[in-house]
């Protein structure tokens, strides 16, 4: 099942009194552990919408192979507002979607991948009796709840989606703990130094040095769905010039084309993945993918019961 993330921080953080997707935690900010967690989970398409501070915390991100869209009417909208821009966005391009503000950091990847296998076309992680997030929201709901008159926000459109929320029961009290306030957030730094120890897998192929990673297969991936290495870049906050150059490297580095451009025209300037691309592409997500399940296994194998 093709799977993606979205990440609401259009926010304020008005409560908190400071920028709460770039509070640390430990020595990652909030925003970059939410990305984390889902790409220890195996989800490829991670889409961030901004709005208050936007070019600061997309600089922030740059580097994370992630997918920016812009609330740019965060001031006078609701969370639900850039939900719908993400879900607007994600719709034809997944399976399903899991979506969680991104001021709850702590959930676990165990946790993503039981929502995901739960089957259901609603779902949300239960913890002592609360539930919390991410929630999972199947594609087939999204238009309905794009066409939803807002009236109690997100959750008063979950409830007219048709589909009844499932409560998938999980053992993650980080699905919980919010930072919505500089108690919570107090409570939440608290909570991350009892946490449990967790493989993490950072994936790069290399000769000499790294040609391609995340980033690069996020790009790759945003090209041939555009359709233009201009519109690729502008999803993920990159110059033009150094899309190409990424790309340059990475076919000099394989000795083969990769992204093939075509000139002129009232559209201008096309570009579209060879055969060689598609494969790659596909290669290193699937490589990807499964060393992640192959850490995880061998950390449960050789670890068991050390950490607790």
């Not at 589909?163 to 939440?188: F, I, N, R, W």
């Not at 499964?290 to 019961?305: N, P, S, T, V, Y």
Request: proline residues 4%.
């Amino acid at each position: 099942m093709r799977s993606a993330a979205l990440i609401t921080a259009a926010g304020m953080s008005s409560r908190m009194g400071s920028f709460k997707p770039m509070l640390n935690i430990g020595s990652m900010s909030v925003a970059q552990r939410v990305i984390a967690t889902f790409r220890q989970a195996g989800i490829e398409r991670i889409v961030m919408v901004t709005g208050f501070n936007a070019p600061v915390l997309e600089k922030h991100l740059s580097t994370e192979g992630i997918i920016f869209l812009r609330n740019e009417k965060y001031a006078s909208t609701q969370m639900f507002d850039s939900v719908r821009i993400g879900l607007d966005y994600l719709q034809d391009k997944c399976d399903s979607v899991l979506l969680t503000p991104v001021d709850i950091p702590l959930f676990t990847a165990k946790t993503v991948t039981s929502l995901l296998n739960s089957g259901e076309h609603l779902a949300c992680p239960e913890c002592d009796g609360q539930t919390g997030h991410p929630i999972l929201i199947h594609a087939s709901l999204i238009p309905g709840i794009l066409k939803d008159s807002g009236e109690r926000g997100l959750q008063g459109a979950l409830e007219r989606s048709g589909a009844e929320m499932v409560h998938v029961p999980v053992e993650d009290p980080g699905t919980l703990h919010d930072a919505d306030t500089p108690e919570d957030y107090s409570k939440l730094l608290e909570y991350h130094n009892n946490q449990l120890v967790r493989p993490v897998v950072n994936v790069a192929l290399c000769k000499e040095k790294p040609f391609m990673d995340n980033m690069t297969a996020m790009l790759l991936a945003l090209v041939d769905e555009t359709g233009s290495v201009r519109a690729a870049g502008k999803r993920m906050k990159m110059s033009y010039s150094n899309c190409w150059n990424k790309i340059h490297t990475l076919e000099n580095e394989l000795c083969c084309q990769l992204v093939q451009r075509s000139q002129g025209g009232a559209g201008g300037s096309a570009s579209a993945l060879t055969a060689e691309g598609k494969a790659l592409l596909s290669q290193f997500f699937d490589y990807e993918r499964r060393l992640r399940d192959e850490a995880q296994r061998l950390f449960d194998e050789i670890f068991g019961g050390t950490f607790h």
